[in-house]
Each structure stands twice: as structure tokens, then as C-alpha cells.
């Protein structure tokens, strides 16, 4: 990508648009149980009508906004998705993943996990919960800097896992372990100096939501390592070992039961299978329109 942007949508584009236009369905269906359903459409049809400006006029800043607005986008998404779930979702499904859990271990593991639980091991465990997005983004920011061709493919793998994961909260609502097991824990998490400030930012970011099943910590470091794996070896062994981190301090930390990270990773590798499909269908569909627009003696054969 140089200093002029392709105009027309982009893969990512294809995916947001029809992620929002899903939602806004949704929240019209719904409005009478919708909180400020209004609302809601409003800023769905901005966001929708934000998309479409940039991809096909010559707006200031085209570059920057197109190869970065789907974060932002996502992480909107994510707030929405909090408001369905409680407005339309009556069912919680953490009685049923602690079943599956106990099931499988014949324990449940964030209790059984105290036996193990040390200060250090909390601080260090909780830093790399709380790096998880900064080192999802690192990968992004490395392909911009050394191989941007494959940065849109990299964006696109995320918001595709981002919203994958949001469908399946909305299916499978639940707030984890560390709410519904709480009063089997006897002992209380306790770090060493940065384990406090950084559960209370990221409880603040996260606000309380029903974001447990699948997990997306362990969905999109996967993503990230797959990718990095592409930079070098040695940094797809860094988040290799990364990914081993994470998903032990999601259950280690009491935010996830060991099913949701068996949910991330299948969601991981079929957003991998998928995704190569789901980007060349859209430049077929433009390669499609164009040779119809074109005279014969010029069209693809």
C-alpha cells in the first residue's frame, strides 16, 4: 500500500458492513427490549455510512482511517454486543460449562488451581492476561513496517475473530469463573504490586459482560501466532510460547473455565480455514462487475 488507497471496498469492509447490518436487524427487531434502541441504529447507520464514504470518495486522511478503523470498530461492537446479550438473552450458560468442566477434570479447575497459587505467579500471570491486546496489535504493526502487503490480510483475520467470538458470547452467554465459582474459592487472588490496578483497568475496559465462552484471549493469540510465524521463526516461538501463557493465566486468574479455551482455539482455526475464502470471494465479486461493464473484446476470459 502505497500513498494513494484503492478505492472500493475492501475485504474487512465486506465483513463489518455485514456484521453492523446484522445488528442494526437485530436492534430493529427488537427495539421494544432495547435500551435506547434508537440510538443504536443511529450510530450503526453512521458507522455503516463512515465505511461507504471512505471507500469510495477521496476523503482527507483515507489511509490512515481505512488500515485502522476496524479496531475501534470492534472494540464498539463488543459494547453493543454487551447491551443484547442483556436485553435479549435471558439464559446463562455458566452452570453448564462448569458441568462440562467438572466433567472433564472431575474438579473444577480455577479452585483446584490454588493449591498452586503463589504472589508471583498471580503478578506475572495477570501482566500476560493484560498484554494480550498490545501483543495482537505488535504483530500488526510489524507487518505494516516489513511486509504491508500482508497487513490487510493480518486486519482482516482479526476483526473476523473479533466478531466470530461476539456471535458466540450472544449464543453462549457467560461471566466465568470468577463470578459463579466464587463462593467455592477460598482463597482470594492476591499479586504483588501491578495485580491490582491492572484487574481494575481492565474490569473498566471490559465492564462487566458475558464474554466468557469462547475465549478470545487464547481465539486471537492464536491468530497472532500464526501470523508472527510468518515475520520469523524466532518471533513465532515467542508467541508460541506467549499463547501457552495466556490460556494458563485466563484459568489460573479464575476469567475462563478450560472448555472456553478448547471454544478459542477450535474458533482460531476455522476463522484460519475461512478466512482465505472469505477474502478473494469479494475481489471475484469486483472482478465479476467489471468484465460485465466491459466490451467483450476486452473482458477476462
Excluded at 483515507?62 to 461492537?77: E, G, H, Q, T
Aim: with cysteine; glycine share 4%.
Amino acid at each position: 500500500m502505497g500513498r494513494q488507497v484503492e478505492r472500493g471496498l475492501w475485504p474487512v469492509d465486506w465483513l463489518l458492513l455485514a456484521y453492523l447490518l446484522a445488528d442494526a436487524l437485530l436492534i430493529a427487531v427488537f427495539q421494544r427490549r432495547i435500551e435506547s434502541a434508537a440510538l443504536l441504529l443511529l450510530a450503526h447507520a453512521a458507522a455503516i455510512a463512515l465505511i461507504l464514504a471512505y471507500a469510495w470518495w477521496k476523503l482527507p486522511g483515507a489511509i490512515y482511517f481505512r488500515n485502522l478503523y476496524p479496531l475501534p470498530y470492534v472494540y464498539a461492537c463488543y459494547r453493543v454486543m454487551k447491551i443484547l446479550i442483556e436485553s435479549l438473552r435471558q439464559t446463562r450458560c455458566d452452570a453448564l460449562l462448569t458441568m462440562w468442566d467438572y466433567a472433564l477434570w472431575r474438579v473444577h479447575p480455577t479452585v483446584w488451581l490454588e493449591r498452586l497459587q503463589t504472589p508471583l505467579a498471580v503478578e506475572l500471570l495477570q501482566i500476560v492476561y493484560a498484554l494480550f491486546v498490545p501483543a495482537v496489535l505488535v504483530v500488526a504493526l510489524l507487518l505494516w513496517l516489513r511486509r504491508r502487503d500482508e497487513y490487510p490480510r493480518y486486519v482482516f483475520l482479526l476483526t473476523l475473530g473479533f466478531l466470530a467470538s461476539y456471535a458466540l458470547y450472544f449464543v453462549v452467554p457467560a461471566r466465568g469463573p470468577r463470578i459463579f465459582l466464587d463462593g467455592l474459592q477460598t482463597r482470594p487472588l492476591a499479586g504483588l504490586w501491578l495485580f491490582g490496578p491492572l484487574r481494575t483497568g481492565l474490569d473498566v475496559l471490559e465492564s462487566p459482560h458475558y464474554d466468557c465462552f469462547p475465549s478470545g484471549h487464547v481465539e486471537m493469540t492464536i491468530l497472532a501466532w500464526w501470523t508472527a510465524r510468518r515475520l520469523s521463526p524466532r518471533l513465532g516461538g515467542i508467541y508460541g510460547v506467549y499463547a501457552v501463557l495466556i490460556a494458563l493465566a485466563t484459568v489460573y486468574l479464575r476469567y475462563h473455565y478450560t472448555v472456553d479455551l478448547l471454544a478459542g482455539a477450535v474458533v482460531a482455526v476455522l476463522v484460519l480455514a475461512a478466512a482465505p475464502h472469505l477474502l478473494r470471494e469479494p475481489r471475484r465479486r469486483e472482478r465479476r462487475l467489471s468484465d460485465e461493464q466491459a466490451p467483450d473484446f476486452v473482458r477476462s476470459e
